[in-house]
């Protein structure tokens, strides 16, 4: 069966048709139906993934010290021509940097882990990991650190969220729930990227005034024994 482009599923329309009944199940619930084996931490497998995505990135930042001197060499003589040599170059250096960034993305990925105490038996060894690895970054380890375990604490709460807090019916000058139209809600381009590209998709707890951010110690986001 083929849906029209303002359609619903036939999975998504069921449940519509189901009241929302909140879970009941606690965190500690959650906690202790995980198998066991899957929160022992494994400090040598850790290690190996830090310095596996260390080693990209030197051997990248190798890559990207060779791009000039091949341009400056008509890259072996391959390419003479001078357009085609910018081309070639900027091709290069474009690769270079989406590779580097899917690698610090993992780096980004394992200071999270740490910052979580997952990668190491040793709360200090954590910390120091994730310093080094989201500093690296020109992350705020500590202070994001801070603000996030708020976030996993708030969890499924779409008012007390750290990081998403979605724009109510009013805020989008929305009409009555029972005049709306598909339309209204732009249901069409809402997920596409030049949609999201905007700062509709910026969306931060409402309780922090604007320009709130993660590296002034001053901020809200921290509690006063946070700032000592």
């Known amino acids: 069966m083929v849906f029209g482009i303002n359609l619903n599923g036939p999975e998504y329309e069921a449940r519509l048709k189901k009241p929302f ?7 500690k619930e959650i906690h202790d139906a995980v198998p066991k084996h899957l929160l022992n931490k494994d400090g040598k497998r850790a290690a190996a993934y830090i310095m596996r995505d260390i080693s990209l990135t030197l051997v990248l930042f190798k890559f990207a010290s060779m791009i000039g001197p091949w341009a400056e060499s008509d890259f072996g003589g391959f390419v003479t021509s001078g357009w085609h040599k910018t081309l070639v170059k900027s091709a290069l250096w474009f ?3 989406w590779i580097q960034g899917l690698v610090w ?17 040793n709360s200090k060894v954590n910390n120091a990991v994730g310093f080094i690895l989201h500093t690296w970054l020109l992350i705020p380890y500590y202070a994001w650190r801070s603000t996030h375990h708020a976030h996993h604490k708030a969890t499924a709460s779409i ?15 929305l009409p009555d729930a029972k005049r709306v ?8 381009f809402e997920e596409t990227p030049i949609y999201t590209l905007f700062p509709k998709n910026t969306m931060g707890s409402k309780m922090y005034p604007p320009g709130t951010n993660h590296f ?13």
């Not at 993305?105 to 038996?121: M, R, S």
């Not at 008012?159 to 000058?173: K, W």
């Not at 139209?181 to 069409?188: L, M, Q, R, V």
């Not at 002034?216 to 700032?227: A, G, V």
């Open 216 to 228: 002034n110690p001053d901020s809200p986001l921290f509690k006063k024994e946070q700032r000592e």
């Open 159 to 173: 008012e007390r969220d750290e990081n998403y807090v979605p724009y109510t019916r009013s805020e989008y000058n």
């Open 95 to 97: 690769s270079y940097c």
């Open 105 to 121: 993305a993992g780096i980004f990925c394992l200071g999270h882990d740490a910052g979580h105490g997952t990668l190491f038996e």
């Open 181 to 188: 139209t598909k339309a209204d809600y732009a249901e069409i």
């Open 21 to 27: 009944t909140p879970p009941t199940v606690t965190l």
